[in-house]
């Protein structure tokens, strides 16, 4: 009884208070039958879960069967409620789906179990196996630990399930009797007497009543059953003697069975007890979670709250008139901060992670343009190794996605910062492509030509360590191939190839850890915590997706993982192919014609790609040679080696790869082509610009004199770089105005605001106000809540507040909801009041924008906040208001 009482706990600690559960068939299977030497006379152990009718239908999808009645195994009819076993011992397998509730006796016992909180026993029947007489043992499983002073509803309500044991009777008796009974003297009968009119004999066989047995009362531990045992001898006594060692032997079965009772009810309280300390236990860890999650929000706040100010203040001293010595200091000890800001951000993500708080947003973005920033953040460093950068992105995957692009951006930005770390020479490429494409290049793999053969088809030439080469990638975006497009959901297959140092094999399983590296001295050599691999890989997860690597010491790694996103809505093909979020620069290229010249295919395509984005018509070309003639043919000719070429005399201008066929190859190409020779068409001399990785000073002479523009592309490219080189070279307007018009529009919605700046950290006011003020902004500071409550009281001049969380007295929550409910006070007058309010706030834990919209606050700031930040949120406020 001990054992079965225990298997209820165990199910309800571990199916029921487990989400997800830790149970399933298979488990309760192997672990009733390797425990069933503890249970000799149970012949069968299962659990039934409960189940009401408004419920059946989802639990019958999500277990595959239909619930049947026990007698004629057909579809249970429609009840209240039903008990059908999910778990079951192998030896009784075949009650699996049987509703426990649809026998009248079983019915009965289940309803008597949940209500008393206890075990309690069936009438005898026949085993299946043994054909023993025997009693179904039942215990009531309940979803939470049930207190001894609960009343019979409170039980009822608390149960969810039931666990049942067939326990073997006769074989109990025969156990315990053995030596009493062994010669055959001492015939014993164990009768079920709860209806006295009819007792059922549960052991023993029925003989002549000839008045001369023994009655002793049994409890079994069930109040409803009633049971008592009857001794007598096999044959009439033949002297006193007998007599005597009859009743002795009585009394020494009385005085086993009482031990045995009084053992159980020691055990049970035993367990009781181990199960009541387990559950304290349990609240003191999800307390000492709260804790920590508490503890570092209060770090994060009281660390990011200076660095708010040392950053706030390195950029306003920026501002200043500074000598070389001087800006170069300030800028070190800003890019220090940023490092550290960035550190402690990792570090929360780990934790919001490990506490299951990190909240995935759902908004239209556009992943080119996410990862043209990207490129741009390592662009300096890669330009100075000479390392190739580069990003692709298939045609196919939509302009628009919807899904978190801050935390996209965070994959992608760890994965490449990763591959800036520890490459050397080679290249780094970017790939972004449908699922589906992957599949394809898969299968095609199968028949593919050996490894080495195809170390040249790559960005750099230089081998990699994926299986599948960029190549065949980009093979399988060229193949037309058709693909429904019904689903509202898209899955991406993004890569990160690089030709660094690669992983040893004995450090590639732990590369995921948090905080592991591949060995003690990676941190010293190339720097990091190791933990932005363990913070992808979280963030992958939780988009439906997955993540893995393919590395080779001393070659390189591709590390590669699929997104689950959704479509962005309906957005044409045209649109699809030439994505960007400036739109404006599509109506701008597209009477433009290029050509691109490149040996390197890989390298080609990923320039046609950049190029057509910016709605470009463009023709590539790989030989030196056919580049001549096709610029320089008196007639249309066309490159049979191209698959997308223009007319001749149509070029407006002319891309040249500075290592096309090798090293500074590119430079001298334009030099070939002399003005005389060109002379002889009545087409304009076009355009000639270089792209390169990286020059120095001498090749940017030797490229003017060659007959390039001076404007040269440098990589990675990105569209917005390659739209401003063009509109330089081709004249079509100040190329720089990209590059102002966020801090323009900043300055437009901000000149002439009142802005009132709430924190009660006095450098914190001061830097807001400086950031507010470079653009144009009247800017007042309080520093309390209740002082804010003062001045935005209607009528008041503000046009937007910028309000700390966490403050003394009153936080900024507190001061909103005050502030909002002065404002509906005031509704009744000819104007609305609802002044804009901005948390500003460092708790990264605690500040979600849900949290704020509770509050009644229009968004939030994140401290420290930069100029980019500050655009985003003041333009969601102010120019709605404008």
Not at 334 to 353: C, P, R
Not at 756 to 783: F, S, T
């Amino acid at each position: 009884m001990n054992h079965v009482h225990a298997l209820a706990i165990l199910v309800s600690t571990f199916y029921v208070g487990r989400h997800p559960s830790a149970l399933n068939q298979d488990i309760f299977a192997e672990y009733t039958a390797r425990t069933a030497f503890e249970r000799p006379l149970i012949t069968g152990v299962a659990y039934a879960h409960r189940v009401f009718h408004h419920e059946r239908e989802a639990f019958e999808k999500e277990q595959g069967w239909t619930i049947k009645t026990m007698h004629s195994k057909e579809p249970s009819p429609v009840h209240d409620e039903y008990a059908p076993t999910i778990f079951s011992q192998e030896t009784i397998g075949y009650i699996v789906s049987l509703d426990m509730m649809s026998g009248e006796e079983d019915r009965d016992n289940i309803l008597r179990a949940r209500a008393s909180g206890k075990g309690v026993l069936t009438g005898p029947f026949r085993l299946l196996k043994s054909n023993h007489l025997g009693v179904v043992l039942t215990f009531a499983v309940y979803k939470e630990d049930v207190q001894p002073k609960a009343t019979t509803e409170e039980k009822i309500n608390a149960a969810v399930g039931y666990l049942g044991g067939a326990f073997d009777f006769e074989s109990l008796v025969d156990n315990l009797l053995v030596q009493l009974s062994k010669n055959g003297d001492i015939l014993v009968n164990v009768y079920d007497i709860t209806n006295m009119s009819r007792p059922l004999i549960m052991y023993g066989i029925e003989d002549r009543d000839d008045g001369l047995f023994h009655v002793s009362p049994l409890d079994f531990g069930d109040p409803f059953r009633k049971h008592e045992m009857r001794c007598r001898l096999a044959s009439k006594v033949p002297q006193p003697t007998l007599a005597l060692g009859f009743a002795t032997g009585v009394l020494a079965f009385v005085a086993l069975i009482c031990a045995m009772v009084y053992n159980a009810h020691k055990h049970v309280k035993k367990v009781e007890e181990d199960y009541r300390k387990m559950e304290e236990l349990k609240v003191q860890a999800e307390a000492a979670d709260v804790a920590k999650s508490q503890f570092l929000a209060t770090v994060s706040h009281e660390i990011r709250t200076p660095m708010n100010g040392v950053l706030g203040m390195l950029q306003m001293l920026l501002n200043t008139q500074l000598d070389a010595t001087q800006q170069d200091f300030a800028t070190t000890a800003q890019a220090s901060g940023k490092a550290l800001v960035t550190l402690i951000n990792e570090v929360l993500d780990q934790a919001k992670i490990e506490s299951g708080r990190i909240e995935l947003e759902a908004v239209p973005f556009d992943l080119r343009a996410i990862l043209d920033d990207v490129l741009s953040l390592f662009c300096g460093k890669t330009r100075g190794e000479g390392i190739e950068l580069a990003a692709y992105v298939s045609e196919r995957v939509p302009s628009t996605l919807i899904g978190d692009p801050g935390r996209i951006r965070q994959i992608i930005t760890n994965l490449v910062g990763n591959s800036v770390k520890f490459t050397e020479s080679g290249h780094i490429f970017v790939c972004v492509h449908l699922w589906e494409e992957m599949e394809s290049v898969q299968r095609m793999s199968l028949e593919a030509t050996p490894r080495l053969a195809k170390s040249r088809n790559t960005l750099s030439g230089h081998a990699v360590a994926n299986r599948r080469s960029s190549w065949d990638l980009l093979l399988a975006n060229k193949r037309q191939w058709c693909m429904e497009q019904k689903s509202s959901e898209v899955k991406l297959f993004i890569s990160v190839e690089d030709t660094g140092v690669g992983i040893p094999l004995q450090a590639q399983q732990r590369i995921f850890m948090p905080f592991m590296q591949a060995d003690s001295s990676t941190s010293r050599t190339y720097g990091g915590t190791g933990i932005g691999l363990s913070i992808s890989w979280c963030l992958v997860e939780l988009m439906k997706g997955e993540m893995h690597f393919e590395s080779q010491e001393g070659v390189g790694s591709t590390f590669s993982c699929s997104l689950v996103l959704k479509r962005g809505g309906d957005v044409s093909l045209e649109e699809d192919k030439c994505s960007l979020s400036d739109r404006t620069l599509l109506t701008k290229f597209k009477d433009i014609k290029a050509l691109i010249i490149d040996g390197a295919a890989v390298r080609l395509e990923v320039s046609r790609y950049h190029l057509q984005r910016l709605g470009l018509q463009v023709s590539t070309i790989s030989d030196s040679n056919l580049a001549l003639e096709y610029l320089t043919c008196e007639s249309n000719g066309y490159s049979s080696r191209d698959d997308n070429t223009l007319p001749h005399g149509k070029v407006d201008v002319v891309l040249v790869e500075k290592d096309a066929w090798g090293h500074s190859s590119g430079l001298n190409f334009p030099s070939l082509l002399s003005k005389e020779r060109w002379s002889g068409t009545n087409v304009p001399f076009p355009k000639f610009l270089l792209m390169a990785t990286s020059m120095t000073s001498t090749e940017c002479e030797t490229a003017k004199l060659m007959g390039y523009v001076d404007t040269i592309v440098m990589k990675p490219l990105r569209a917005s770089m390659i739209a401003a080189c063009l509109q330089q070279v081709i004249g079509m307007g100040d190329s720089s105005r990209q590059e102002r018009e966020k801090p323009g529009n900043l300055r437009n919605l901000l000149c002439g605001k009142n802005i009132l700046v709430v924190d009660d950290n006095r450098v914190n006011r001061i830097v807001a106000a400086g950031a507010l003020k470079k653009y144009g902004a009247h800017v007042e500071c309080a520093d309390s809540g209740k002082a804010a409550i003062a001045l935005l009281g209607p009528p008041h001049k503000f046009d937007a507040c910028f309000m700390d969380i966490q403050m003394p007295e009153m936080d900024g929550f507190e001061a909103t909801g005050n502030i909002r409910k002065l404002e509906e006070l005031a509704k009744d007058t000819d104007r609305v009041w609802h002044v804009p309010i901005l948390a500003m706030t460092a708790d990264v834990i605690q500040a979600t924008y849900d949290e704020c919209v509770r509050c009644k606050m229009d968004g939030y700031v994140s401290k420290p906040f930069e100029e980019e930040q500050l655009y985003n949120a003041v333009s969601q406020v102010l120019s709605t208001r404008t």
